[in-house]
């Protein structure tokens, strides 16, 4: 089964602070994608970043950074020197290549609160 | 800037009368997505499409029905809304094709039933 966990409900921290995301996935293919979204107050759903089941790099673009690890089926995010404007709900999701619904599994987000 | 659009950006309808959202891109994406979102929740798919052909997701209600007359539009129409369709409704797209693509979102549309 397809499974996606967030269990960071909620985080707070003061801004110029790291900050890390964890997301953990179930999935029993060997291709997959991986993607993580930003949902400011605004409310619309920004794409951060993509990344497929073989391709492990981890990926940095700019304070931003991303840790795969199939090991231990986790993408994390993490934010360096983190800012108020970095105060969103992050969204991590999971597709596997076969389905061909299209169909992206959510994790329940996490809150990140940037506080000046 | 290529983009997804949104009208309107706040609906309010009364219970039962029928309601029409609406979504257009300018990004040429072969797949468009309408999505459900609720407080606090993740988004959930209702449906897509693929180009024309409608891919509606099983635990869908009747009630909800969706059009896509040309590859830049597609709506979203609610026959007869309940208290509880109120919602941040979400308009995607993507490329289609093999693999997986990223979504991009339109800024929503946030329903009121009263």
């Known amino acids: 089964a397809q499974k996606v966990t967030q269990a960071q409900t909620e985080i707070s921290v003061v801004e110029k602070e790291d900050v890390t995301l964890d997301c953990v996935y179930e999935?029993?293919?060997?291709?997959?994608?991986l993607f993580w979204y930003k949902q400011p107050p605004s409310g619309e759903l920004v794409f951060l970043i993509r990344?497929?089941?073989?391709d492990e790099q981890n990926e940095i673009s700019g304070r931003y950074s991303w840790n795969f690890q199939k090991s231990t089926s986790s993408f994390n995010f993490t934010i360096t020197a983190s800012q108020v404007v970095d105060s969103a709900v992050y969204f991590c999701a999971l597709s596997e290549a076969g389905d061909s619904n299209y169909q992206l599994i959510w994790g329940a987000g996490t809150k990140l609160i940037i506080k000046p | 800037d290529a983009m997804v659009i949104q009208n309107p950006r706040y609906q309010v309808t009364q219970f039962g009368k029928p309601v029409t959202l609406s979504c257009s891109q300018t990004?040429?994406?072969?797949?468009m997505y309408w999505y459900q979102q609720k407080s606090s929740q993740a988004p959930k798919l209702l449906f897509h499409?693929?180009?024309?052909?409608?891919?509606n997701e099983a635990d869908t209600p009747d009630n909800f029905q969706s059009r896509r007359p040309n590859t830049s539009f597609c709506f979203l129409d609610i026959r007869s809304p309940g208290l509880g369709d109120a919602a941040m409704y979400l308009c995607a797209t993507s490329r289609g094709g093999t693999g997986v693509y990223e979504q991009y979102f339109g800024p929503g549309t946030r329903l009121t039933v009263t």
């Open positions: 999935t029993r293919d060997t291709t997959y994608y």
């Open positions: 990004l040429n994406h072969n797949v």
């Open positions: 499409y693929y180009d024309k052909d409608f891919n």
């Open positions: 990344r497929n089941s073989f």
